[in-house]
């Protein structure tokens, strides 16, 4: 084994060797990405030689070079168990067959790699809560640091199931309202009075009609 000899990897392509100090000691480079790291010649000459640039998640989302990991001691991370739901959600046909409403849904290409997203989600964590990409921008698409936060399971659910409504209030003013049940709760209504009102089953509701455009 010496420096320029390729060989066959098990699932990340060839490799060449850049050099060679020892059996233990090896210095390969990918030939698909050009990631280099030092490995043995059991790993090699057994094709186990693993490739950290490599897209292995949906055949986008990569390792990447860093200190975070997929597993620790009590299994899979909870970093890496939301990036990799996040790219299943995006990309994954059974799943998008299961929930279309995340069909053209994507994710960053920061994100792109698990280092750069688990260092964004180990410092905005918080224990009981879900990933969420449309509670800062209404309607985006695009899973990225700027537009996720981590929610409530509540929240997410209120969002997922949030319609837009417009009435008319008691003083004659047009009111467009997001998430009704939380605006009717707030403002001592009743919701389920408001979707009456709003389907056009009944005419008004404490002063409250529908605006009809």
């Given amino acids: 084994m010496k420096a320029g000899d390729i060989y066959k990897t098990n699932n990340h392509g060839g490799i060449k060797i850049v050099s060679y100090d020892n059996c233990y000691s090896v210095l390969v480079e990918f030939l698909l990405t050009g990631y280099q790291v030092v490995t043995n010649t059991s790993n090699i000459n057994k094709g186990l030689v693993k490739d950290r640039l490599s897209p292995s998640v949906y055949g986008r989302g990569f390792i990447g070079c860093g200190d975070y990991k997929s597993r620790g001691k009590n299994g899979v991370t909870e970093s890496y168990r939301a ?3 996040m790219f299943t959600r995006c990309y994954s046909e059974l799943s998008l067959l299961k929930s279309p409403s995340y069909i053209g849904c994507s994710v960053c290409v920061e ?25 800062i921008k209404d309607g985006n698409k695009e899973y ?3 537009t996720c936060m981590f929610v409530t399971c509540e929240d997410n659910a209120i969002k997922a199931t949030a319609k837009n409504y417009s009435f008319i209030n ?6 467009d309202i997001y998430n009704l049940r939380r605006f009717c709760l707030k403002n001592g209504i009743c919701p389920s009075a408001m979707v ?3 389907k056009g089953k009944a005419p008004a509701h404490k002063g409250w009609k529908k605006n009809v455009k």
């Fill in 144 to 146: 990225s640091p700027s």
């Fill in 196 to 198: 009456q009102v709003h």
């Fill in 111 to 135: 994100w792109m790699d698990y280092q750069a997203f688990a260092k964004w989600h180990d410092k905005n964590f918080i224990y009981g809560y879900v990933l969420d990409k449309d509670i």
């Fill in 170 to 175: 008691p003083k004659g003013s047009v009111i």
């Fill in 83 to 85: 990036w990799t739901d």
